[in-house]
T-cell receptor, first 112, second 116 residues
Framework: EDQVTQSPEALRLQEGESSSLNCSYTVSGLRGLFWYRQDPGKGPEFLFTLYSAGEEKEKERLKATLTKKESFLHITAPKPEDSATYLC?????????????FGKGTHLIIQP | GAVVSQHPSWVICKSGTSVKIECRSL??????MFWYRQFPKQSLMLMAT?????????EQGVEKDKFLINHASLTLSTLTVTSAHPEDSSFYIC????????????FGPGTRLLVL
């Protein structure tokens, strides 16, 4: 069974204070690891897909990295508008299923 | 690109009634769509996989007779919650898989269901 654990559950930062969110996973053959942003009462917004260890992707103040056991979402000099819940999900090869297994998310608050 | 819509965004119904939720991929064709459920302060849980032209695949513990899924076209999947009860109140979110080779799922805005 695929499992995803995210830490910390919540993180409060000052504007401009860089940090990293962690996503540890176990999966039977990784097809992809995904990062999404979710605002309250809305559906997840796609950020990144990572396919293999060593891969990195960047978008504005966010950078996602991947190893064989975990992924990090680095946020550099965050702004208040970066406040949201960040979700990590994996898609495995077991059983032919395409559905995603999600972690519980990290609730990020950026204070001005 | 890769926009997914849901309708309605909000629905309140009486216990025992049925509710239909639509999920549409607006700018791409999706042979596979997914339905998730999210309870307050919890993460998304996969309910079922919807394949165009074939029967849906349900996750363990999800009642297929209660949550009816129809994927009638490459841009539309519907979820019908039959004989809804208060415990079915939740946030229902659909996703559509991008065309082959991309793997990424794009999510709709969600439907908030409240059963009284």
């Amino acid at each position: 069974e695929d499992q995803v654990t995210q830490s910390p559950e919540a993180l409060r930062l000052q504007e401009g204070e860089s940090s990293s969110l962690n996503c540890s996973y176990t999966v039977s053959g990784l097809r992809g690891l995904f990062w999404y942003r979710q605002d309250p009462g809305k559906g997840p917004e796609f950020l990144f897909t990572l396919y293999s260890a060593g891969e990195e992707k960047e978008k504005e103040r966010l950078k996602a990295t991947l190893t064989k056991k975990e992924s990090f979402l680095h946020i550099t000099a965050p702004k208040p508008e970066d406040s949201a819940t960040y979700l990590c999900a994996v898609q495995g090869r077991g059983g032919g299923a395409d559905g995603l297994t999600f972690g519980k998310g990290t609730h990020l608050i950026i204070q001005p | 690109g890769a926009v997914v819509s849901q309708h309605p965004s909000w629905v309140i119904c009486k216990s025992g009634t049925s509710v239909k939720i639509e999920c549409r991929s607006l700018d791409f064709q999706a042979t596979t769509m997914f339905w998730y459920r999210q309870f307050p302060k919890q993460s998304l849980m996969l309910m079922a996989t919807s394949n165009e032209g074939s029967k849906a695949t349900y996750e363990q513990g999800v009642e297929k007779d209660k949550f009816l899924i129809n994927h009638a076209s490459l841009t539309l999947s519907t979820l019908t919650v039959t004989s809804a009860h208060p415990e079915d109140s939740s946030f229902y979110i659909c996703s559509a898989m991008a065309p082959r080779g991309a793997e990424t799922q794009y999510f709709g805005p969600g439907t908030r269901l409240l059963v009284l």
